[in-house]
């Protein structure tokens, strides 16, 4: 009698425990309709890069613009490959790494809408003590390479500038996933990364390094890295949405320049495997580089996008010379 009563009770509360969740889907489905439907697809798992987007759908700036956004993913070929064939009309990448897809005979129909970051914050990272606080102290060092022409021509470009020869650089296939693990253990001496993430976490773990930033030593490198970018065919016929869209985003990444702390909690909430303490520390280091001295959130400096893209048509380092103010606007953003 009590294993009947047990199991009815247990189906009691399953049925209510359905019930709730279909209304609680039926409601989220009611919220959502009428909505317009836009896909962002991520470069990476979700970081401080990423928080202003969180912070605008957790805030309901989304649905406030009319909009109904699903953050995905990137598949193996990138967000670039997933963005081009309109499957997300919305993406983060990179302006370098952006080339490959925007040059060519057959290139993608994506552009740059957005800056996430106004300035380049990448640069090598060392031990502490080792020599390798300038580019010219990497020579006879173990680099971790991804064997791509433009990192090595900006890591000789920058040696050069410092009176160091690339050629005494011992270059390691990058392996690297962990970036302290990585110095820790020696075996590698030097890795290229972001400071607003790789670089506070040798913070968080105390771990003494040494630094120096591409766009300190040659002000070509200061291009723009990470981006939004958009299909360029989907912006053109749907203006009103993107703007709309951006302006929404816009004030997520305002949010995370004036509210770090809380900006971090709402990350956090959505991807709870990351360390509270790094995100902490990342959003408190990024509130001034989203925007920096820009007029507002978002623009392109249209001198700072070409210079960069001329210098790669300058080195050969492209199948076809990019145009001027090809890959980016401010159309959308402003």
């Known amino acids: 009698m009590k294993k009947r009563i047990s199991l009815m009770l247990t189906m009691v509360l399953l049925l209510s425990l359905l019930v709730a969740c279909g209304n609680k889907e039926k409601k989220e489905d009611k919220e959502n ?26 805030k309901g700036y989304f649905k406030e613009a009319g909009i109904d956004v699903e953050i995905v993913q990137p598949p193996e070929d ?13 993406g983060v990448s990179f302006q370098d790494s952006m080339v490959p897809a925007i040059n060519g005979d057959n290139p993608l129909p ?11 914050t990448s640069g090598i990272i060392s031990r502490k003590g080792e020599g390798m606080d300038t580019p010219k102290g990497l020579e006879g060092k173990k680099y971790a390479t991804w064997d ?6 900006t890591i000789k470009q920058v ?27 020696k075996s590698v001496d030097a890795i290229w990364i972001f400071y607003g993430w790789a670089g506070v976490a040798t913070e968080v773990k105390n771990l003494p390094t040494d630094y120096f930033a591409f766009a300190d030593i040659d002000k070509v490198f200061d291009y723009y890295t990470p981006v939004i ?3 360029t065919d989907w912006l053109k016929k749907n203006p009103d949405t993107a703007k709309a869209f951006l302006k929404a985003l816009r004030k997520g990444y305002e949010y995370c320049i004036s509210n770090p702390q809380e900006a971090g909690d709402i990350l956090l909430e959505a991807a709870p495997e990351l360390d509270k303490e790094l995100v902490e520390k990342s959003q408190e280091y990024l509130k001034d580089q989203y925007q920096a001295e820009a007029s507002q959130w978002g623009v392109f400096d249209p001198e700072r996008w070409n210079g960069f893209y001329n210098w790669l048509n300058e080195n050969k ?13 401010n159309d959308y953003i402003k």
């Open 110 to 120: 994506i552009e740059a809408v957005a800056a996430i970051l106004q300035h380049n």
């Open 78 to 90: 990138g967000a670039e490959v997933l963005v081009g064939s309109n499957k997300a009309q919305f």
């Open 159 to 185: 040696m050069e500038k410092d009176g160091g020869d690339f050629s005494k650089v011992e270059l390691i296939p990058s392996t690297v996933t962990d970036e302290v693990s990585a110095l820790e253990s």
């Open 33 to 58: 309709k009428g909505l317009e439907k836009v896909t962002f697809v991520l470069d990476w798992t979700p970081n401080t890069n990423h928080t202003g987007l969180y912070v605008a759908q957790k």
């Open 229 to 231: 970018i958009g299909n």
């Open 317 to 329: 380092l492209v199948d076809k010379n990019l145009a001027e103010n090809q890959g980016f606007t």
């Open 148 to 153: 791509m022409p433009v990192e090595k021509a």
